[in-house]
């Protein structure tokens, strides 16, 4: 499958989800698919890409081709819906792919590794670089094939119990991190927690972890974090544009007609857009809220960045010596962070400057 279909098949999305659904798809069989999140229910922007996209192919096939979708624990626990995917226990999963680093590091590179792409540039790389045809040629390792299936933009730094006000401060420091950047922060001096989203808000009031980081202003808040730590830092240098992926079982995805995989596609597609929307459009309210209720907003110390960066680089180059999967894919990565950067600079960073320097 061409990376340029995932766009072209969005168009289609639009024709049958106005109630114009072509015979040839009303004419397929039945399918009945089971989805495992990672995510908890409360969290209708990153459960919800889910539910989006759930409903947009029952809508787009008539109710022929139905996907009920399950929380993380109804099925199986959050952080093993690959196991359950690439088993066959269920067919698909939503999920964020640096979840599973643990197997092979190559799985963060598909989400977000510290210093790396934001949003934009991912879904760029993904749809028009070589993103989505080199993630795919790793994830046929574990019988799955991905769709991008969100993305939250660049995420904060997450909330602390104590003030960060130099890299000292993260010695010792129990945190709650995702994926990769927990190697990063160890060797910071941290001790990084690998916990799924539903069961932060007890560990962090219960004092198991010193900090914790989530998403933004919104989920946070949902999820209390500013209840039991009052200091929100920023920026999230570990996730600038973290992307969530819909995992496929091959086989249940090969079974399926050549116009139920374009449904697929599109409905993938609109699910992707539709998250990073429902954060862009909810963040900034829930964070004046946050801050009016007594939060303490921080930007993380230059001490802090400069130890991350470059703790980040040098085990890019590591794993790159050692790791086959890991220098395919990153090196491709690289350089495309490295022209999207110089672009960015320019345009997009000079337009973003000036314009966050007035007042409306």
Not at 19 to 48: N, Y
Not at 140 to 157: D, E, K, L, V
């Amino acid at each position: 499958m061409e990376r340029r279909s995932f766009v072209r098949h969005a168009g289609l999305a639009g024709v049958l989800a106005a109630g114009a659904a072509p015979a040839i798809v009303h004419a397929q069989a039945q399918v009945r698919w089971r989805l495992a999140s990672s995510f908890p229910k409360s969290l209708d922007t990153i459960f919800g890409a889910a539910d989006v996209f759930a409903k947009k192919v029952s809508e787009m096939t008539g109710g022929k081709f139905q996907i009920s979708v399950h929380a993380g624990g109804e099925i199986v626990p959050a952080l093993q819906v690959v196991d359950a995917v690439q088993g066959g226990t269920v067919e698909i999963a939503h999920t964020a792919p640096y979840y599973f680093f643990g197997k092979d590091e190559t799985f963060a590179l598909g989400c977000a590794i510290p210093f790396g792409l934001n949003s934009r540039q991912m879904t760029a790389w993904m749809v028009e670089g070589n993103g989505l045809k080199l993630m795919r040629e790793f994830y046929r390792n574990y019988n799955i094939i991905s769709f991008p299936g969100g993305n939250t933009g660049a995420q904060m730094g997450g909330w602390y119990r104590k003030e960060i006000k130099s890299i000292a401060d993260m010695k010792g420091l129990k945190i709650r991190i995702g994926g990769f950047a927990g190697r990063v922060v160890e060797r910071m001096g941290a001790v990084p927690q690998q916990i799924a989203g539903g069961e932060i808000y007890s560990a962090l009031e219960k004092g198991t972890i010193d900090a914790a980081e989530w998403v933004g202003p919104y989920d946070d808040q949902k999820l209390g974090f500013n209840k039991v730590a009052p200091n929100y830092y920023y920026p999230g240098w570990w996730e600038g544009g973290p992307q969530l992926d819909f995992f496929i079982n091959t086989k249940a995805y090969d079974a399926l007609s050549s116009e139920y995989k374009a449904v697929v596609e599109a409905a993938s597609a609109m699910a992707h857009i539709d998250m990073q929307a429902k954060y862009d459009a909810k963040n900034p309210g829930a964070l004046k809220q946050l801050v009016g209720s007594g939060t303490k907003l921080f930007r993380f110390p230059k001490d802090v960045m400069d130890a991350a960066f470059k703790e980040s680089m040098a085990i890019y180059a590591e794993l790159s010596a050692k790791n086959a999967n890991w220098k395919k894919v990153y090196e491709d990565y690289a350089n495309f962070r490295r022209d999207q950067n110089l672009w960015f600079r320019f345009a997009e960073a000079g337009f973003d400057d000036f314009m966050q320097s007035q007042k409306f």
